[in-house]
């Protein structure tokens, strides 16, 4: 596979072509923040705060969705960008309802870990506090839209892994909500299989397994890499 | 039908036209139907029964004329090719109006439209060309005034490539807004490897008082279907799609109509006028999101699937419908294309100016004497479009202009003189857009406007990105608080910082070019949105500063 030369931030690196720069940028150890993009699932380009600044183009990209280029000149973490990242993680918090102390996933939650990062201690935006009804129909799973943040890791788990594709997104843009066949409480699901793999996939609390009281949902996304990985290996 | 029985078609149905005395044409647009037209033509119709004249007169139904503000228009032609059209035409107004003309009387000067009304002579009409003469529903009536010619020529005598360069050398540029050039577009579709590529006609127009699309859909529609199986020769794509809007049923309804007749006379589908050349256009109705206009997710939508825009690159034209190389244009550009075709691209790049050729049709409301569409070449000044062609601005004096709808931008008094061109309006934080054009006049409150657009842009984002979909409603709430006299500096501030995180990162056209209504009301009007900030008063008294009072009270 030819290779490819790269200026991440300074520092000459090397890639294989065919790698989107998110890949080439995190392995190269440089943990640029991301919410959407989850490994193994097809990258989406929705919650932009893997943006990178690539020399010659005018806006900042999606390192997820951006195709690494020979002699391309990236810069990662440009006091713009870290601007511009805080805002969205800001804007975040103030979309849904999100109240850290009795979430389920508080303290493992990737959200609240974002905002730590960006040290924010406040939220300058008004929040929306919108009313969104919680579906604990399911007998193992439960969904409160009120701490989504419209990643739709979930979706595309559901679609690309387990090949079920219960999960969807309706509705546009602020009210866009996660939904379950065509918007049914998900007990009455006829598609879900109970797999579970969403709630894996959820980078907050918007899904989780029932019976977890505040902090104790148990969170491992890679466990998606780790299915697609192992059925590369058996499948050849 | 091959290409010579297309030639006697056109000379029988234009030997036929002649041997009409009188020719009366009903506007049938949107607006006009909206206005009673189609009471007016049963009117004139059982008028001409009871004369027994129906084998002199022709009664036609017609695309729009134009001045729309004053539907229903009639256009009377006579025989010697003068020209007579009506204003808010009623009922037994036209009754009385042609029971004149049948009987031989001089023309009737009640409700007519002076001859030499700047509206009319001051627009130049290469795409409108047929509207107000033909019947959208007749094949026959495209054919007479040359239509399909273009396309028998280019399928017999000319060469795909020939036929881009054409389009390029003429300098046509996308009239959906960007302004791409339609030609380098073509020779990278046409270039792009693939055995099975898509012509795609975006015909989602949304903006707010923009309806360019939607009138030559429902005028020419045989103009917009020519156009495309042009662009299939070209690229090589045996397959289009025009992608209509939702609300646009009339549209639809005479597309559809054309398709089939146009596939009855082998002028689509299965080998043209007789030769290799295939092409089949099947229609695709959007349902109700304006995103679906952004190419990407309008392709997205096309496949029946949800619509979201995807980043681009890859584009369209590497890879695009069901991942193959796809054309993508406005219906405005592919309705110019037949004109190009048909003179030849000297006598298109002559019209407009260097770099911005042919003509622009603007859709022209607002505080103004005659709104309407209007067709004039690229560069002429605004002054010309508002004060010349519009008739000056009403209830008051003109304040500003938005191009571009929710994604454009104000262009103020003293820019009058600008001339409409991609390059300029840029400069002045504007954009071309599809051609919406409202006049604003100064009782307007520019802050109260931007508020509109956003409001507009909130609404209609697809929720994909985070910038675009939470931070509208932030920008939303913003100017709510402005407009109510209640914000400081502070806000303000957060404002314009929001404005650049949508510019910079939103992940398609519209959330990016969301902020523009703001930031240039900003740029021109930043008095009146300190106005509201720091004195709580709005200077057009258009804002209620109720909340601001209840706050002061002790």
Redesign the interface.
């Known amino acids: 596979m030819p290779a490819l030369t790269l200026t991440i931030d300074g520092r000459l690196v090397s890639s294989r072509a065919g790698e989107t720069l998110l890949q080439v940028i995190r392995g190269n150890g440089i943990d640029l923040p991301t919410l959407c993009y989850l490994e193994g699932l097809s990258p ?5 705060l893997c ?1 990178v600044e690539v020399a010659g183009r005018e ?2 990209q ?1 390192a997820c ?2 195709p690494a280029e020979e002699g391309m000149v990236v810069t990662t973490g440009s006091e713009r960008l870290q601007r ?1 990242r805080r ?2 993680v800001e ?2 918090l ?2 849904r309802n999100h109240t850290c102390s009795v979430c389920v996933v508080n303290g493992q939650c990737e959200l609240q870990s974002l905002a730590a990062r960006f040290g924010i201690d406040h939220v ?3 929040y ?1 506090s919108p009313r969104l009804p919680l579906d604990a129909s399911h007998q193992r799973f439960g969904m409160d839209p009120g701490r989504c ?2 990643c739709a890791r979930c979706v595309r788990t559901c679609d690309e892994v387990e090949g079920a594709h219960t999960l ?2 309706r ?6 909500c996660i939904s379950i066949d065509l918007n049914e409480p998900w007990g009455r699901s006829e598609t879900c299989t109970t797999c579970g793999k969403c709630v894996q996939s959820c980078p907050t609390g918007a899904l989780f397994e029932k019976w977890t009281a505040r902090g104790e949902k148990v969170r491992a996304p890679e466990l998606i890499p780790r299915i697609l990985a192992w059925r590369e290996t058996h499948e050849r | 039908m091959n290409a010579s029985d297309l030639e006697k078609l056109a000379l029988h149905e234009a030997g036929r036209e002649r041997r009409y005395c009188l020719r009366i044409s009903i506007c049938m647009g949107s607006p006009c139907m909206a206005a009673g037209a189609a009471a007016v033509k049963t009117a004139i119709e059982e008028l001409i029964d009871r004369h027994g004249a129906a084998a002199d007169i022709r009664v036609v139904g017609t695309g729009c004329v134009g001045p729309c503000s004053r539907g229903p228009i009639l256009l009377v032609v006579t025989r010697d090719g003068t020209e007579y059209r009506y204003e808010r035409v009623t009922p037994p107004a036209a009754a009385a109006l042609v029971d004149r003309f049948l009987n031989g009387d001089v023309a009737p000067t009640e409700r007519l439209l002076p001859a030499d009304l700047p509206f009319f002579t001051g627009q130049t009409r290469l795409v409108l060309a047929n509207c107000g003469y033909t019947d959208p529903e007749r094949i026959e009536d495209y054919i007479a005034r040359g239509g399909y010619q273009s396309l028998s020529r280019a399928i017999h005598h000319l060469s795909p490539e020939a036929v881009c360069e054409e389009v390029t050398r003429s300098g046509l540029r996308g009239r959906g807004g960007a302004g791409y050039p339609t030609g380098v577009k073509w020779e990278l579709v046409r270039k792009a490897s693939g055995s099975r590529k898509y012509v795609v006609a975006n015909g989602d127009e949304g903006d707010p008082g923009a309806y360019m699309d939607r009138t030559i859909m429902e005028a020419d529609p045989h103009r917009v279907l020519e156009g495309m199986a042009l662009a299939g020769f070209a690229v090589g794509a045996e397959q289009g799609y025009i992608y209509v809007r939702g609300e646009y049923p009339l549209a639809a309804a005479r597309l559809r109509q054309a398709i089939q007749t146009a596939e009855r006379l082998q002028l689509l589908g299965g080998r043209i006028l007789e030769s290799r050349v295939n092409f089949r256009i099947d229609l695709r109705m959007g349902a109700g ?1 304006f ?1 679906c206009g952004e190419e990407t997710a309008l392709l997205a939508s096309v496949m029946g699937r ?1 619509g979201h825009p ?2 681009r690159p890859p584009y369209p034209a590497q890879r695009g419908l069901r991942g193959c190389p796809t054309l993508i244009n406005n219906v405005e550009t592919f309705a110019t294309i037949p004109t190009i075709i048909r003179y030849g691209w000297e006598e298109f790049a002559s019209v407009g100016g260097p770099g911005n050729s042919g003509t622009k049709v603007f859709a022209i409301c607002g505080d103004l004497v005659n709104a309407g569409l209007v067709e004039v070449p690229l560069g002429t000044t605004l002054r010309q479009i508002v004060e010349e062609i519009g008739g000056g601005v009403t209830g008051g004096a003109f304040k500003a202009a938005q191009t571009g709808g929710p994604s454009g931008g104000c262009i103020p008094a003293g820019h009058l003189d600008t001339p409409m061109d991609y390059e300029q309006l840029k400069a002045l934080g504007s954009i071309m857009g599809s051609g919406g054009l409202i006049v604003m006049n100064d009782q307007r409150c520019m802050v109260d406007v931007a508020r509109f657009f956003i409001g507009f842009c ?10 675009c ?6 920008m939303g ?1 913003l100017l709510d608080r402005i407009c109510s006299g209640l914000a400081s500096a502070c806000d303000l501030e ?1 404002l314009e ?2 404005c650049h ?1 949508l ?5 398609c056209g519209l959330g ?1 070019a969301a902020p523009n209504p703001v930031l240039s009301t900003l740029r021109h009007f930043r008095d009146e949105y300190e106005a509201h900030v720091m004195d709580h008063c709005c200077p057009a008294a258009v804002c209620n500063m109720a909340a601001t009072e209840a706050a002061c009270q002790p």
Request: charged content about 25%; proline content about 3%; some cysteine.
């Open positions: 989406r380009g929705g919650c932009r943006m806006k900042p999606a969705v951006t511009y805002q969205i804007l975040l103030a979309e300058r935006y008004a929306l943040v419209l969807d997104l509705g546009r843009g602020v009210r866009s | 999101a995103v949800r995807v980043t909130q609404d209609e984002s697809c929720g994909k990105c985070v910038p979909r939470a931070g509208t409603v932030q709430l957060q910082e929001l995180l510019q910079e990162t939103s992940l990016s």
